[in-house]
Each structure stands twice: as C-alpha cells, then as structure tokens.
C-alpha cells in the first residue's frame, strides 16, 4: 500500500524559498515520484519528477531553474526544493507516485498515487 504525505507548505513573498516534502511509503527503487500543483480554477500542472532507482530528473518548463527535486533514500522522503517563487507558483502541492517507473513528460494520470497536498501561497 502506498501513502504519501506532503508537509513544508506555507506563505512567502515573492523570491523567497521554500521546501517541501512528500514522506512515503509502499515504493520500490523501480519507482517515478513526482510532484504536481493545482491553482483553484486550474488544470493540475506538472511540476517535477524522479526516478527513484536511477536518480533521472525532469521538470515542468514553468519551473526549470528555480525548483529542485530529489529523494532522500535513508529516509523515504521525496524532497521539493523551490527557489525565486513568483506569484503564479501558488498552489496546492501533491506528491505522487507511479510504481513501473518513469514515462517521457510528466501528466497527472501516469500516477496512480497521490498524497493530500500542502498549500503553497506566493505574495508579492
């Protein structure tokens, strides 16, 4: 059983930072974990994603250069690292998982695992 479960999420002026993470459980190293965000009125938007086993990254155009993926292997926690945010980054951020491993691009129905989320609020 996977679960998944965002935490860091808050409020920040506009080129600040902050960092968000996805404790999980119920994935193997042959596994993609994502990140995607989802703006009230809007499509749920891609943002980054990462293969567990080999350590392959892809980002969201919207975000390349400023956000940062990783995973922390000891501790089953899938890391978002956000840098410059702009007003438009506000969101609602989930982490996600797809267990047979990445796909090319990064759309939400390739995953079949979802946390919560945890609300990202940008000001400027």
Same mark, same amino acid.
């Given at each position: 059983? !996977?679960?998944?479960?965002?935490? +860091? #999420? *808050?409020?920040?002026?506009? =080129?600040? %930072?902050? @960092?968000?993470?996805?404790?999980? &459980? ?20 891609? !943002?980054?994603?990462?293969?567990? +086993? #080999? *350590?392959?990254?892809?980002? =969201?155009? %919207?975000? @390349?250069?400023?956000?940062?993926? &990783? ?33 090319? =691009? ?19």
């Amino acid at each position: 059983q !996977v679960q998944l479960v965002e935490s +860091g #999420g *808050g409020s920040v002026q506009a =080129g600040g %930072s902050l @960092k968000l993470s996805c404790a999980a &459980s119920g994935y193997t190293w042959r596994s993609c974990l994502a990140w995607f965000r989802q703006a009230p009125g809007k499509e749920r938007e891609g !943002v980054a994603r990462m293969y567990v +086993g #080999g *350590g392959d990254t892809y980002y =969201g155009d %919207s975000v @390349k250069g400023r956000f940062t993926i &990783s995973h922390d292997n000891a501790g089953n926690t899938l890391y978002l690292q956000m840098d410059s945010l702009k007003p438009e980054d506000s969101a609602m951020y989930y982490c996600a998982a797809r267990l047979a491993g990445c796909v090319a =691009g990064l759309v939400h129905s390739d995953f079949a695992f979802w946390g919560q989320g945890t609300q990202v609020t940008v000001s400027s």
